[in-house]
């Protein structure tokens, strides 16, 4: 999978944690779901950059985006 992708995952991550219920006592979920796209885009980025150590920024996917 290209590294485009870890990079959509990574972004879709950050807006279901932002879109989250605020309330804390409230489930609906989007957290353990956007937990699970970042460690996917993690494994994407680890796959194209087997020395990535920071995955928390949208930078570090950046760098590996072509830009025709």
Do not use: C, H
């Not at 991550?13 to 699970?36: H, K, V």
């Amino acid at each position: 999978m290209p590294v485009e992708y870890a990079l959509g995952l990574f972004k879709l991550s950050e807006a279901l944690i932002q879109s989250s219920s605020p309330n804390e006592n409230e489930e609906d979920g989007s957290e353990d779901e956007a937990r699970d796209l970042r460690d996917e885009a993690e494994v994407y980025l680890l796959k194209r950059d087997g020395g990535a150590t920071e995955f928390g920024n949208e930078d570090v996917y950046d760098r590996w985006v072509p830009i025709f």
